[in-house]
């Protein structure tokens, strides 16, 4: 098969590699071309910097990104700065906050509160624990300790800011994971309708569908891309 379908570019979660996408894209490579979002090059990049940092990394004039986890906020960010580029947007276990309002701004109380203390006293990264219990509590524990070892923590403005507000492009949809122990059904439910999605589904995974199940996540991809 040719790769004659639309280019994909991914926006990872906060402090997480490149590599979290690997299977993913070797699933999807008969079909499209992809690639993986650079991030900004200092520890005080704002919002803005991430977006621009993942629109040069995309060698393509139009693409559909697919966002996971903090990479919703970066999405809508990238949809301001340019929207043309942008031909679908796919949420992917995402924050995507109200407009106006930020990562931090977009959780539910107590865990707002508790979220900008802990950055401000600890800052952007969690204890190896909290990563293990949270975002890698369904994977493997070598692939866990692989992501503790290279979680990078983020600029604390990829929190704080909040995105101008650019509206999405025609074709936007939310993939939730009934199994996540970061953002419950609930709070993945409500990024959703921020979204205002058209396209939308669920399956059984953690917050790492990509490493959890690659292939199922490929699917999903490309049926909401077909959507």
Do not use: K
Not at 82 to 109: H, I
Not at 129 to 147: E, F, L, S, Y
Not at 191 to 220: I, K, Q, Y
Request: glycine letters at 6%; aromatic letters at 8%; proline letters at 8%.
């Amino acid at each position: 098969m040719t790769q004659s379908q639309e280019p994909i570019l991914f926006l990872s979660g906060a402090g997480l590699p490149a590599w979290i996408w690997d299977q993913v894209r070797e699933e999807l490579a008969p079909s499209h071309r992809t690639a993986v979002a650079e991030r900004p090059r200092h520890d005080r990049a704002s919002l803005t910097e991430y977006a621009t940092a993942a629109l040069d990394s995309a060698p393509w004039e139009r693409f559909a990104v697919v966002a996971h986890s903090s990479g919703g906020t970066v999405a809508a960010e990238i949809v301001t700065l340019a929207p043309d580029r942008v031909s679908a947007v796919l949420a992917v276990t995402a924050v995507v906050p109200e407009p106006g309002r930020s990562f931090v701004a977009s959780m539910p109380m107590p865990n707002r509160l508790v979220l900008s203390l802990v950055m401000r006293l600890a800052g952007t990264r969690p204890p190896a624990a909290a990563i293990r219990r949270g975002v890698a509590g369904r994977v493997d524990t070598a692939t866990a300790d692989r992501i503790v070892a290279e979680f990078n923590p983020e600029s604390v403005r990829l929190y704080r800011d909040a995105p101008a507000g650019g509206g999405f492009p025609e074709r936007r949809g939310y993939l939730s994971t009934s199994l996540d122990a970061q953002f419950p059904v609930g709070l993945q439910q409500r990024f959703a309708r921020n979204l205002d999605t058209n396209w939308n589904e669920s399956f059984d995974s953690g917050h790492l569908p990509m490493l959890e199940a690659p292939g199922a996540l490929a699917r999903r991809i490309e049926s909401f891309l077909a959507h």
